[in-house]
């Protein structure tokens, strides 16, 4: 008799390893990081996630950031907030030896405070706020929209549009069971995208995402936000 | 192995192997195949009360055990809820007929400016299932609506779940209304979420942290046995 159920789907999880990713593929993004230089080039080292890598690296160019080095955990550590605060700590421990100074590209995301303790611990700075969708925004102006009732709003960045089936729909499960649909999404009434970059082939995706979620449909550009201020001042010398 | 072989005939099992066919049917989140057993027990005479403690809330503590070590995630558990959901369904008119053991009662609502209620509705299913009348205020709840709830339905307990970082501060402001107004241990109150940790619970004063609804209903319990206690010294 074949067994069902828990004997037939235990898995191992994975370790956690150092990011081995090359590519600026989303796809490589989310699932391999982006490994740090393997010669060091600048002496300010920014430990990143990997949704936010062509965004800080667009940032890094427009204003000559030379100095700084990026290596970004896998975005898919989102989907288990408990091992960003982890991870980011090994990542500081592995480079801190090799780097005057090391920051965050992470907002608290979900880890409840915890990435807050232990970078103040390690003694290095992180992204003010709670998380991308805030400070893409702009973290006052994201708070003000909250405090007005904003509150029934999922969000979308050109990351997250990208990369919508492999980081929402497939690991809701929604590629296998629809009717799970209502049951994730059932309270929301609005799925809002804030573009960092104009691009028409992403709006119009993030429109279609809209439609597949039941969702009105709203378009924010955005920028940068606060990550592009936050990482000026963390680079003026 | 053919397809025949691996079909499993739920009608053909002893009462034992049923059971943990339940729990792996509950696992997988096969509603009609649980349902299906449901009724095989009862014809079985299985008391609806067994039914519900040793085969769907026996499975779903499985399941949840499983989500809080990174095995199952929240599809997985949303499916498994809507097959507890079909087998009690069937209990339910039964369990309402031949008197269940009542082991408390708990308001519970997700906070202010949170919309999020997977954890909580997992919780509110799981307390039901363990004996526990609940009154769930949905989404969204004011400090107001909490207070409203407990004078109304006077509970045992104030479950609070949140998931934002932003939005989990506020079950502070509930805990301190509570304080001013000389109610707060006239109540067990338990908060839980995926940012919460033990830590925040002591911090805002709740009297326990839940990091998942199977440990929820262990610690409702055993809070509720140690009120009781209490109040017949």
Redesign the interface.
């Known amino acids: 008799m074949a067994r069902r159920g828990r004997a037939a789907r235990l898995t191992e999880r994975a370790a956690w390893r150092p990011p081995t990713g090359r590519s600026l593929e989303e796809k490589s993004l989310s699932e391999h990081g982006l490994a740090a230089p393997e010669r060091k080039v600048g002496r300010v080292l920014l430990i990143a996630c990997g949704a936010l890598a062509r965004e800080i690296l667009a940032i890094k160019e427009a204003n000559g950031m030379d100095h700084l080095d990026l290596t970004c955990l896998p975005a898919k550590l989102h989907l288990y907030p408990d091992q960003i605060t982890k991870s980011v700590e090994a990542a500081v421990l592995k480079h801190r030896a090799v780097y005057d100074e090391i920051f965050i590209g992470y907002a608290d995301c979900g880890t409840g405070g915890q990435l807050e303790r232990k970078c103040a611990e390690l003694g290095v700075e992180m992204v003010k706020g709670p998380h991308c969708y805030s400070f893409f925004e702009g973290n006052d102006a994201f708070a003000n929209r909250s405090d007005a009732g904003e509150i029934t709003a999922f969000y979308l960045t050109d990351f997250l549009v990208k990369q919508f089936d492999a980081f929402i729909w497939r690991p809701m499960g929604l590629d296998k069971n629809p009717e799970l649909r209502d049951m994730i999404f059932g309270n929301y009434t609005t799925l809002v995208y804030q573009s960092q970059v104009e691009d028409p082939g992403l709006l119009a995706k993030a429109k279609e995402c809209a439609n597949r979620m039941g969702l009105r449909f709203e378009h924010r550009h955005t920028g940068y936000g606060d990550l592009e201020t936050q990482l000026r001042d963390w680079t003026q010398d | 192995?053919s397809e025949e072989?691996?079909d499993?005939i739920l009608s053909e099992l002893d009462d034992e192997e049923l059971v943990q066919?339940m729990?792996?049917?509950?696992?997988?989140?096969?509603k009609e195949e649980i349902e299906e057993s449901v009724n095989i027990l009862l014809e079985r005479n299985w008391q609806p009360y067994d039914i519900l403690t040793k085969a769907l809330v026996g499975g779903m503590t499985?399941v949840g055990a499983?989500f809080r070590?990174?095995?199952l995630?929240?599809?997985?558990v949303?499916?498994a809820a809507?097959a507890m959901k079909g087998g009690m369904a069937i209990l339910k008119p039964l369990l309402a007929e031949t008197g269940a053991p009542r082991m408390g009662s708990m308001v519970i609502g997700t906070v202010k400016?949170?919309?999020?209620?997977?954890g909580k509705n997992l919780v509110s299913m799981m307390m039901e299932g363990a004996g526990f009348e609940v009154v769930d205020l949905g989404?969204?709840n004011a400090v107001e609506s909490y207070l409203e709830a407990l004078e109304e339905h006077k509970p045992d307990i104030l479950g609070m779940s949140a998931l934002?970082?932003?939005t989990?501060p506020y079950m502070k402001v509930v805990i301190d209304t509570m304080v001013e107004q000389g109610t707060r241990d006239d109540y067990i109150v338990l908060v839980g979420g995926?940012?919460?940790?033990e830590e925040?619970g002591k911090a805002i004063g709740a009297d326990a942290y839940c990091r998942d609804a199977a440990v929820a209903v262990e610690t409702a319990k055993e809070f509720v046995a140690r009120k009781h206690n209490q109040m017949s010294a």
Do not use: K, W
Request: no cysteine; hydrophobic share 45%.
């Open positions: 192995m072989e691996d499993i066919q729990f792996d049917d509950l696992y997988d989140g096969l499985i499983d070590d990174g095995i995630f929240v599809p997985e949303l499916l809507n400016g949170d919309i999020h209620d997977i989404i969204n934002l970082t932003t989990m995926a940012p919460l940790n925040f």
